[in-house]
């Protein structure tokens, strides 16, 4: 009686739960529309786009990151599979087969990664499953870009040491607005014979189904033991904090929404980084079970209409194994409205050499042989130094923010250069100065005040002495320009847009003041 009374209690809950989300749900077309030729029994063969490979090519752009500069054919060799790409690259971690292979080289596949709208941005280490979904639409495969509506209302446990708060209806969506926006940025084909991206949201599956459903049609595949034996369920088990029902079930709903893409649209591949390897298996083990056909029961030469594939990309990582794509500030975020094109450009700026090729290799789409030749340079006596980080820096800034956001990035940087003469505006100051501290100061303790007074009031120097002695000694910048005269009295002209200034004490440590 008390296993009928929890399971009518679950039954409930989750009754409840299906109907808001099924209210709150946006359908499939408000992104990506579903053909009308869909039928109920094999929805999926309308909408592959699977074909022979004839000319597709797979394409490595240069520094205009234009897909026709470089092209690598895949029939001319199978060196030159999308496996074989992304190995070359350090895009590749695990694979659930070989066979990827020589399917990829056999048609057009659709991809899936999955992005989960935990924040309305997306970050640098997003990043990677945005490029590896790319090089697949370079090699002439379809890139599907999975919204976590559902899955984001439960968390990922993988990696986590306690439970994610709980995100509001309204805040879910609009960060899966904002990411839809980036992630349509960032795969739209750069060459127009490429596959158009996909971009779709589990809520529109998991929405309207009830929990009867979902326990006796999918939860009935899944194992306990195989489950609760994942790492990231393991650890979390054995941790203070535990892991609830509700992210224990995340791979089972990870898994099924792979079920549900293989059956209704014809999706063969998921990627994923490393530590997703386990939700792949999950995946394809799970679509194995729910729609393979046992060995005994295929035709001679008969395939698998359902086979599917995994695979994973390694983390993020500096050589010293700390993670890339964190700044002190926090994540390097991907949209504009979190992180100022200047400060993302700046963060790709101070990779260490030891890193720069690597990161060339994984972040853009340089071809191989220009980054090994980048690489040779900087060996070279006549190198000059931070070449290769502006390089990388103008690669990823271009890819993520586009030119118009690399040439901010560039005229920032160069409005900030010591001694520059080039007119700095109160955006680009606030913009490049986000990491620096700040001190906010009235006019009168501006305006018609010496300097040396203000570097104290600022904090930046101990005393109206140490002041004028750094003055005299050509140790201080306001905006940029160098003042030598230690009795040197502000104004109005010295303000930027009458509301902020920038002071330099040395080369590193800077303030902006703010005028209240």
């Known amino acids: 009686m008390q296993l009928g009374s929890n399971l009518g209690k679950l039954r409930i809950l989750w009754t409840q739960q299906s109907r808001a989300m099924t209210i709150r749900s946006r359908r499939s077309s408000d992104i990506i529309p579903l053909p009308s030729s869909f039928s109920s029994h094999r929805r999926h063969a309308s909408y592959s786009t699977a074909r022979p490979f004839t000319s597709t090519t797979c394409n490595a752009a240069t520094s205009t990151q ?57 970050h640098l280490g997003n990043l990677l499953g945005i490029i590896v979904l790319s090089w697949f639409q370079r090699c002439g495969h379809r890139p599907v870009a999975l919204l976590g509506g559902a899955t984001g209302r439960v968390g990922d446990p993988s990696g986590k040491s306690a439970e994610r708060p709980v995100l509001s209806e309204a805040l879910i969506e609009a960060n899966i607005s904002a990411i839809e926006r980036t992630l349509r940025h960032l795969l739209t084909p750069p060459s127009k014979n490429l596959p158009e991206p996909m971009i779709v949201n589990n809520l529109d599956w998991f929405g309207p189904m009830p929990l009867l459903t979902f326990l006796r049609d999918i939860g009935k595949y899944a194992r306990v033991g195989t489950m609760i034996a994942k790492e990231s369920v393991r650890k ?117 050499d030891a890193d720069v090729p690597k990161f060339l290799k994984m972040l853009t789409f340089l071809p191989l042989e220009e980054i090994d030749a980048i690489e040779q340079s900087m060996k070279a006596a006549e190198y000059v130094p931070n070449a290769a980080q502006k390089r990388l820096a103008e690669e990823v800034t271009r890819f993520v923010r586009g030119e118009e956001g690399l040439a901010q990035a560039l005229n920032a940087t160069a409005a900030l250069a010591p001694g520059s003469s080039a007119k700095l505006d109160a955006a680009t100051l606030e913009a490049a100065a986000a990491d620096a501290p700040s001190a906010v100061l009235s006019r ?73």
């Open 236 to 352: 979390r088990m054995e941790s203070e904090s535990g892991i609830s029902y509700t992210e224990f079930t995340y791979q089972l709903l990870q898994g099924y929404d792979f079920v549900h893409m293989a059956r209704e649209m014809g999706v063969k591949v998921q990627v994923g980084g490393s530590d997703q390897w386990g939700n792949i298996i999950a995946g394809t083990d799970l679509v194995r079970r729910m729609l393979g056909k046992e060995d005994g029961d295929y035709n001679n030469g008969e395939e698998d209409q359902y086979q599917c594939f995994g695979l994973t990309f390694p983390l993020l990582l500096k050589s010293d194994g700390s993670k890339f794509g964190k700044s002190e500030g926090g994540a390097v975020w991907l949209s504009p409205e979190k992180l100022s094109a200047y400060e993302f450009y700046q963060f790709l700026l101070k990779t260490t």
């Open 444 to 516: 009168d303790q501006i305006i018609g005040q010496p300097l040396a007074d203000i570097l104290v009031a600022a904090g930046m120097q101990p005393s109206k002495a140490a002041g004028r002695r750094m003055i005299k000694g050509g140790g201080i910048r306001v905006n940029n320009m160098k003042i030598e005269d230690e009795g040197h009295v502000l104004s109005e002209g010295d303000l930027i847009e009458g509301r902020l200034m920038l002071l330099a004490a040395g080369k590193k440590n800077k303030t902006l003041v703010k005028i209240e």
């Open 66 to 122: 234009q897909a026709e500069n470089t092209e690598i054919n895949i029939q001319d060799s199978s060196s030159n599979n999308i496996v074989h790409v992304l190995r070359s690259r350090g895009l590749l971690q695990e694979i659930t087969s070989p066979e990827l292979e020589a399917a990829a080289a056999r048609e057009s596949l659709l991809v899936y990664c999955g992005f989960d709208p935990t924040a309305d941005s997306l």
